[in-house]
């Protein structure tokens, strides 16, 4: 599966991250050491179910490296715009497409393990789009201090995940559906006003379950969805403002320090090894295994207790 990065805009004056970011885009902030993105870009080259990377937004100036293919498009302007472009890129890399990544640039805590988690669980199904939300209680385990905005619903309060998966048809349908929800993003309640105005009431009252609530949605718009609950904060934990950056910048560093060591080793060994070139032994090779992801429970609770009985 293909991942499209949305790596778009340079903060503004009155951007809360415009001081971090001196004019040029907010993916290249430092993080730990290295740009935001290309922590993002790491996690997505580790990932076996990953083909290629398609970065929209910056250049290849920019000196970002990726294990996988590394495709760069120019800015579109708008964030439906860049994922039209981004998906075409895709078919144009592969016209048998179906399904892409949609990830934000500015999720750095994102692991390649939880990418791979993310399409073996979504691809159990064959929906249009896969959305992923993130249980309050979740986020606020593993960042206590993250401040994010949740949307409290009848069954559970959640905030929204910034790596999804659409088919690619969703690219070409609905666009002005889309550009709405997608500019209302940071308002839940704006954005069930897009939906409807009955929805708009239900989730202000927090009278609405989630699966009673992406049920509607889907009804709406006429298209097959499903709620991925995840059960890990990192692909939920975005940078939008300075507080949010110093947290991720303190829980980076340390695991930019462990991936730097062996290399520093690795140097220090090195000149040795070139006086004794000949003597030199080959390398062993180094077994890695990863833990499978938790999977996720979908079902709203007030749905669980009932099968239960």
Not at 85 to 102: D, F, M, R
């Amino acid at each position: 599966m293909d991942a499209i990065v949305t790596a778009g805009g340079i903060p503004r004056p009155d951007d809360p991250l415009y001081g971090y970011s001196k004019g040029d885009s907010k993916t290249l902030i430092d993080v730990a050491g290295k740009p935001m993105v290309q922590w993002v870009l790491d996690a997505l080259g580790g990932a076996k179910q990953v083909d290629n990377v398609i970065l929209i937004g910056l250049s290849p100036k920019s000196g970002l490296t990726c294990k996988k293919p590394l495709h760069y498009l120019s800015n579109q302007g708008r964030m439906l715009a860049n994922i039209v472009a981004g998906v075409n890129k895709s078919l144009e890399l592969n016209a048998k497409t179906k399904y892409v990544l949609i990830v934000s640039a500015d999720i750095p805590a994102l692991r390649p393990e939880m990418v791979d988690w993310l399409v073996t669980t979504s691809m159990e199904t064959k929906d249009d789009l896969y959305y992923g939300v993130c249980p309050r209680e979740v986020m606020e385990s593993r960042y206590p201090a993250s401040n994010r905005t949740y949307t409290r619903l009848k069954d559970i309060e959640l905030c929204g995940a910034d790596i999804n998966i659409t088919h690619v048809r969703m690219a070409t349908e609905h666009l002005d559906l889309w550009e709405s929800l997608i500019g209302n993003r940071k308002s839940p309640l704006r954005q069930a006003a897009t939906i409807g105005f009955d929805t708009l009431f239900q989730v202000a009252t927090h009278s609405i379950t989630l699966d009673d609530l992406v049920e509607k949605v889907c009804k709406r718009i006429n298209i097959k969805g499903r709620a991925i609950v995840w059960d890990h904060a990192e692909p939920c934990m975005d940078v939008d403002k300075p507080h949010q950056l110093e947290i991720l910048r303190a829980d980076l560093a340390p695991q930019q320090v462990k991936s730097a060591s062996p290399a520093l080793k690795k140097t220090a060994k090195a000149k040795p090894a070139a006086k004794k070139a000949v003597k030199a032994k080959p390398a062993k090779t180094l077994k890695t295994s990863t833990k499978k992801m938790p999977t996720a429970r979908l079902k709203s609770k007030t749905k669980a207790k009932a099968e239960a009985k």
